[in-house]
C-alpha cells in the first residue's frame, strides 16, 4: 500500500512542502535533505504525481535522446544504461527518437515545438544541422552532444566526444610499429543521409597511415536492414585482393569479432596470418582476445546527463565541452608481421 506525502514528510522530519520541493525543486533543497527524504519515499513505495510535479515545475520531466541504429547495439545500449542511471534518479524519463535520416531528423526538430514535450535534447553520434540548433536555443532547450563531431560549433549547449582523432592514431601506430604495411581498413557505409561521428576514426587513421608511405585497402563492410554486418561479404572482398593484408583494423569491435571468426573458418590464423584491431572495447573483446581502442559509453553518458540537468536547472556548466581520452588495449589478436 502506497504512503502519503505527510507519512514521507514525518518519518524524514521535514515539512511537507519540503518534501514537495525534495521532488519538484531540489534546487530549494539541501542534497543532504533531500537524500533522507528520496530514501525514505522510497522505503515507504511513495511517489509524487508526475503530472502535478510537471505541473508546478513547468517542466516535462522528459529528456528526448535522438539515436541512429538499433537500441540492441553494444553501444547504444550502453549510452541509454548511463543516461538511464542518472536521469531517472532525477525523476526525469528518457524519451528514445530513432533516427535514419536527415528527413527524420527535421521532421523531430519542426514538430517538438508543437509537443513541447522535453526539456532537453540529447543527440549520439550524428550530425544537426545549425539551424535546429538554434531553433531549440529559442525555445530554451538545451541540446546535448555525446560523439558527435563539431559539436561546438554547430551550436549545441554540452557536448563529451571521445577522442577519436587519438584513438585511430593509436591504432594505426601500433599496426605499423609491429611491421605491417599491407593495411586494410573495415568502415560500414550505411545507406543513409546522415553524417557519424565514426567518420572521423576512418578519415585519422587513414592520414597516419599515409604519413608513413602506406595506403591501406579500404573495405565496406554492408549492413542489413536489421543491423546484422555482412561479414562473409567481408573476406570475400578481402581474399580478393592483389594482396591479402597482413593487418586488419575495424571501424568498431561489432565487426572486428565476427571478422575474427570468418577468417579462422577461411583458414587464415589470427594473429600469425593477419592481425585484427577493433574499437570499442565492448562485450567479448576481452574474452576473444581483440586487440582495440577502449572507450567507455556508459561513463560518457552519465558525463552527458549530469550536464543535461545542470543546464535544465541552468547552472553554469565548468566545462561544457569534454573530450575523453581513448587507450590501446593490447591482446592475442595482434603480433609482428
Not at 518534501?19 to 533531500?34: E, G, H, N, W
Not at 525523476?91 to 531528423?105: A, H, K, L, M
Not at 545549425?130 to 552532444?145: K, N, R
Amino acid at each position: 500500500m502506497s504512503s502519503s506525502i505527510q507519512d514521507v514528510a514525518k518519518a524524514a522530519g521535514v515539512s511537507i512542502s519540503t518534501v514537495s520541493r525534495s521532488f519538484t525543486r531540489p534546487d530549494l533543497v539541501s542534497a543532504k535533505t533531500r537524500e533522507r527524504v528520496l530514501a525514505i519515499a522510497d522505503q515507504l513505495n511513495f511517489s509524487l504525481s508526475r503530472s502535478a510535479a510537471a505541473l508546478k515545475s513547468g517542466r516535462s520531466l522528459r529528456i528526448a535522446v535522438l539515436m541512429s541504429g538499433h537500441i540492441r547495439l553494444w553501444f547504444t545500449a550502453s549510452v541509454i544504461e548511463g543516461l538511464n542511471e542518472v536521469l531517472h534518479a532525477e525523476g526525469y524519463d528518457i524519451s528514445i527518437f530513432q533516427i535514419s535520416s536527415i528527413e527524420e531528423r527535421r521532421e523531430f526538430f519542426e514538430m517538438l515545438p508543437v509537443r513541447r514535450n522535453a526539456d532537453a535534447v540529447i543527440v549520439v553520434s550524428f550530425d544537426i544541422d545549425a539551424a535546429e540548433t538554434a531553433q531549440l536555443a529559442s525555445m530554451d532547450v538545451p541540446i546535448i552532444g555525446i560523439n558527435c563531431a563539431d559539436s561546438e560549433q554547430h551550436g549545441f549547449a554540452a557536448a563529451v566526444t571521445i577522442d577519436d582523432a587519438q584513438g585511430s592514431t593509436l591504432a594505426a601506430r601500433h599496426l605499423i610499429t609491429l611491421g605491417h604495411r599491407d593495411i586494410a581498413y573495415i568502415t560500414t557505409n550505411r545507406d543513409v543521409s546522415l553524417s557519424f561521428s565514426v567518420r572521423g576514426r576512418f578519415d585519422m587513421f587513414m592520414d597516419c597511415c599515409r604519413k608513413e608511405g602506406i595506403e591501406p585497402q579500404v573495405v565496406e563492410c554492408k549492413v542489413d536492414d536489421a543491423g546484422h554486418y555482412q561479414i562473409g561479404d567481408v573476406v570475400t572482398q578481402l581474399m580478393s585482393l592483389d594482396v591479402m593484408p597482413t593487418a586488419i583494423a575495424c571501424q568498431e569491435d561489432g565487426i572486428a569479432l565476427p571478422l575474427m571468426f570468418q577468417l579462422e573458418r577461411n583458414g587464415f590464423s589470427v594473429p600469425r596470418d593477419v592481425s585484427v584491431i577493433g574499437y570499442d572495447d565492448s562485450f567479448y573483446a576481452d574474452d576473444i582476445g581483440l586487440t582495440t581502442i577502449r572507450q567507455d559509453p556508459v561513463e560518457t553518458a552519465r558525463i552527458a546527463a549530469r550536464m543535461t540537468l545542470g543546464l535544465i536547472n541552468r547552472k553554469p556548466l565548468e566545462r561544457p565541452f569534454r573530450t575523453l581520452s581513448a587507450q590501446l588495449v593490447v591482446r592475442s589478436s595482434s603480433g609482428r608481421r
